[in-house]
């Protein structure tokens, strides 16, 4: 998908978004105003008053049910195609959910999400920063985890973007709320990269047993590089027992070679036993 697509494709999901919102109140204002002036009509016409208006509000409620029973099959689908790597397929039905309309917002928002995380595993960052900005706009706080968990993607994409004053604006937000143990697993990571970005390893350290411990929950790469950082914040901190130990702790997980390319920030860990090769 190129720009000026992505584009098009927010911009339709933000019509739809208001289109949906105002269609919701447009039913409110229209239907109950048409029931209680059926009440005042004479005794037959208000029974067939009562009549039409039951049927088509039972017509147009099984359209809207279908529409968004669609909707909510197409996002299905495109998450189980992205949870197996295929990018393409999941993409092509992802975009159907966004593009067709429906009354369900929550279908669209999941579907735009699911998008995000589609273009980080594409390493298309400022694909993901236009789409969880959009998102952001679109006052979805009262669906707290998908707002924690776009937040971070969007932190996240950010500090790839070596954006690191925006990631932090975007993630201390994420602070102030209480987290479930799954999102505070994908806070941490990108907490710890925003605090050695901008040098608060003092931050970093602190509850560094409870730190640990929710590394130990990780998948494998990702356990590797909250160990690395926390063993580069220790570094900095003058800890070197402690240093040892997490720098060790990490390269039991993962090679830290491979992790180093993509997270530069824990190059002196990395290299802190076996330095780089010179050219």
């Given at each position: ?12 999901f ?17 239907v109950?105003?048409?029931a209680?002036?059926s009440?005042?009509l ?8 009562l ?10 409620w099984?359209?809207?049910?279908a529409?968004?029973?669609q ?9 189980a ?55 952001l ?10 707002w ?5 993607l ?20 994420v602070y102030n709320?209480p ?10 990571p ?15 350290v ?11 929950l ?26 040892a130990?997490?720098?060790e ?11 180093v ?5 824990i190059?002196p860990?990395?290299y ?5 090769t010179?050219?």
């Amino acid at each position: 998908m190129n720009p000026s697509s992505l584009d098009l494709l927010l911009r339709r999901f933000r019509r739809h978004m208001v289109g949906i919102r105002a269609a919701r109140i447009v039913l409110i204002l229209v239907v109950f105003p048409c029931a209680v002036a059926s009440v005042t009509l004479p005794e037959l016409l208000n029974r067939r008053g009562l009549f039409l208006l039951i049927a088509a509000g039972i017509a147009l409620w099984i359209f809207l049910l279908a529409k968004s029973f669609q909707a909510a099959r197409q996002v299905q689908t495109g998450s189980a195609l992205l949870s197996i790597g295929q990018l393409n397929n999941a993409e092509t039905w992802l975009r159907r959910a966004i593009e067709h309309f429906s009354l369900s917002t929550q279908s669209k928002i999941v579907a735009c999400q699911h998008l995000a995380v589609l273009f980080f595993q594409r390493d298309a960052h400022q694909e993901v920063v236009l789409i969880c900005r959009e998102l952001l706009r679109s006052h979805i706080k009262g669906l707290r985890h998908i707002w924690v968990n776009v937040r971070l993607l969007l932190a996240d994409s950010l500090l790839m973007l070596d954006k690191v004053a925006e990631a932090y604006e975007v993630i201390l937000p994420v602070y102030n709320i209480p987290l479930n143990l799954a999102d505070r697993m994908k806070l941490l990571p990108v907490r710890l990269r925003c605090e050695l970005a901008t040098d608060q390893t003092a931050g970093s350290v602190e509850e560094l047993c409870e730190k640990v411990q929710i590394a130990e929950l990780l998948d494998a790469p990702r356990a590797a590089l909250v160990h690395a950082l926390l063993a580069e914040a220790c570094r900095r901190q003058s800890m070197p027992a402690q240093q040892a130990f997490l720098a060790e702790r990490a390269r039991l997980y993962h090679d830290l070679d491979r992790l180093v390319d993509r997270y530069p920030i824990i190059a002196p860990v990395a290299y802190s036993n076996y330095p780089p090769t010179p050219e």
